[in-house]
């Protein structure tokens, strides 16, 4: 007994020494944070803030240094420190926050005239007001040399810029125009992470390796360019959202992913230089709004003018899956346009399936060849998704292969069905994808069919004995119906953070959509794909988030005195969630009609944003009573906002007071409230509308999907006898217990007889 008792004391200290060595290893591992610093309270001995920021750092640190300094969107810096020395900074005078850096990931020809640009130029502003206004694009940079940064016909830089054309490798400062007035590049916390930048790979400059900046940035903003195309595809004039509007880039994001201290940074000069909007496809985890890098950095950007755009995240179809949620910011989703790329897969038997594809030419000159599953051809057991180096070329060779969508990209599938020998792909989804057809460049003929297309071929193949087929591309066809549909790779609502915010704020065109591309590398982005092209055609909330930049760029050329909230409202309250028949927009997904958790406030319409007739025009003032309404401390409303802020206690807030266009109202059936059955819950939402229009009087209306719940909205009119004048209503939610996870939906609309001014409403039972 002595013996074994011996044995397992000795186990437990060798355990405890290992880990104690482990969390001593864990303390000297130094990682990025980003340090608020409370500018007021600097003590008079230092001579500037700098000064300040470095003793406060060598008071924990001997040998780190600053990453960068930070003065616009908050006051502080980056540099790296081990985990005890960050807690101990923590607790030095004059520190709001020690926040740990957060990595973030990226989330035309046919757009403008789908979005009515086309037939309403006339109404949008001259392009002498459109060229006043600045897009500042954070992604990966830029590539200058293309048609869409022309800038022939523009005037002198707008003479408020402060921007610069950073010179670096591949970068000149000659790279920059009256069209691209500007480009940064921030690397410091991406090498602190990573590691130095290989400039093999890519460029340690503003330079765009990846394609996906000047993607986004010429989407916003990009200059008219006759004759674009991919390959033939999507032929026609190509231009941007604003097409007069200047650009300017930073470059926050490289190969390995994008960095809070990068993106802060990249904020902090965007602010600084003069941008009016500030467009980011990029999106993290979600976090407290303190916590959160781009919301804090947004926050100011919106109270100093700016408006904010960022995209909803890819992780659709799924509920929850939003990002980006902070109520000063416009969160996009993605939607559909009416142009497709058709591709047909013709089969032995006779039977043709549709698909697109962005191939046109036919495997073996259109002839019928032998077509496999390649869940039978592979060496794995989730061969089914063609997973690089899972495929036998002994059993491909030859012939056409069918892939699952999901855990790879779609063109790595078929880069692997070519390098095995296969001379087509046929990419079907599953039930996370529904029917939802996303069109790639891939590398060899292929088709991308929907999940009862796949199930049907797959059929075919494991019930013939000898199962033929070839793929037929029809190029490019418009006016597609229904259209818009809500895209499936959309992230979606409830907010997980703050219910009572409904996001995503809307949708806009996400779906191959066409605009320029870098010359590093091909459409696909893979190192195979040698091929060269100035446009390209992908897919994404990244995509559908430039559209709306470039829309608010309009607005603000055309009413340069409206703010970032009266910009977003004019945008939401005109959005429309119904198509041409009047049905709710579908669901790609699932075929079935899309919520409001969803779309939003609907999918965007620029030309009637632009006489909107009311707003609900947001203030500084507003958001800091949101966040007192959610309990904020004064110490975590200055990490928000980068403000000193305290709550009155003699004032009650609601979350049902901000005034947002939308409405979105959670009732808590286990909180006990309810009293028993048939008991209700009673919440009141105020809102106020600013007249934008001629003085008029509106009307409201409701319409419901429920009646679990009672709408009264008091009053039922609102008389406006001068233009910014401003009137407030009471909307009173009476609501019937309901199981939890129970969902139902409304909108509330003011109306003049011209102007509709909607909002979704969106009711939950958690």
Known sequence: MLKLWLLQLSLVLIFCYACVVAEARSQQLKKTYVVHMDKST??????????WYDSSLKSVSASAAMLYTYKNVIHGFSTRLTAKEAESLQKQPGIVSVLPEVRYELHTTRTPEFLGLGKSETLFPASEAQSEVIVGVLDTGVWPEIKSFDDTGMGPVPRGWKGVCEVGRNFKSSSCNRKLIGARSFSRGYEEAVGPIDETAESKS?????GHGTHTSTTAAGSVVNGASLFGFASGTA?????????????????????????????????????????MSIGGGLTDYYRDTVAIGAFTAMAQGIFVSCSAGNGGPYADSISNVAPWITTVGAGTLDR????????????NFSGVSLYSRRPSSGSMVPIVDAADVSSTSSGNLCMTGSLIPAKVAGKIVVCDRGGNSRVEKGVEVKDAGGVGMILTNTDSYGEELVA????????NVGEKAGDAIKNYISSDPGPMATIISRGTQLGIQPSPVVAAFSSRGPNPITPEILKPDLIAPGVNILAGWTGAVGPTGLESDKRHVSFNIISGTSMSCPHVSGLAALLKAAHPEWSPSAIKSALMTTAYSTNGNGKTLLDISTGQPSTPFDFGAGHVDPVAALDPGLVYDATVQDYLDFLCALDY?????????????ACLSSKTYSLGDVNYPSFSVPFETASGTWGGVGAT???????TLTNVGTPTTYMVSVSSQSTSVKILVEPESLSFSRQYEKKSYVVTFTASSMPSGTTSFARLQWSDGKHVVGSPIAFSWT
């Open 42 to 51: 600097m003590p008079a001995t230092f001579n500037d803030h700098f000064e």
């Open 206 to 210: 503003p330079r765009d390796d990846d």
């Open 239 to 279: 231009r941007g959202m604003a097409a007069q509007a200047r650009v300017a880039t930073y470059k926050v994001c490289w190969l390995a992913g994008c960095f809070g201290s990068d993106i802060l940074a990249g904020m902090d000069k965007a602010v600084e230089d003069g941008v009016n909007v500030l467009s």
């Open 340 to 351: 497709d790329f058709p591709t047909y897969v013709r089969l032995g038997n006779g039977k």
């Open 440 to 447: 790639d460049a891939q590398l060899l003929p292929s088709a």
């Open 633 to 645: 401390s004064s110490f975590q409303i200055k990490q928000a906002t980068n403000r000193d802020f």
């Open 681 to 687: 819950s009673t919440v009141k939402y105020t809102r």
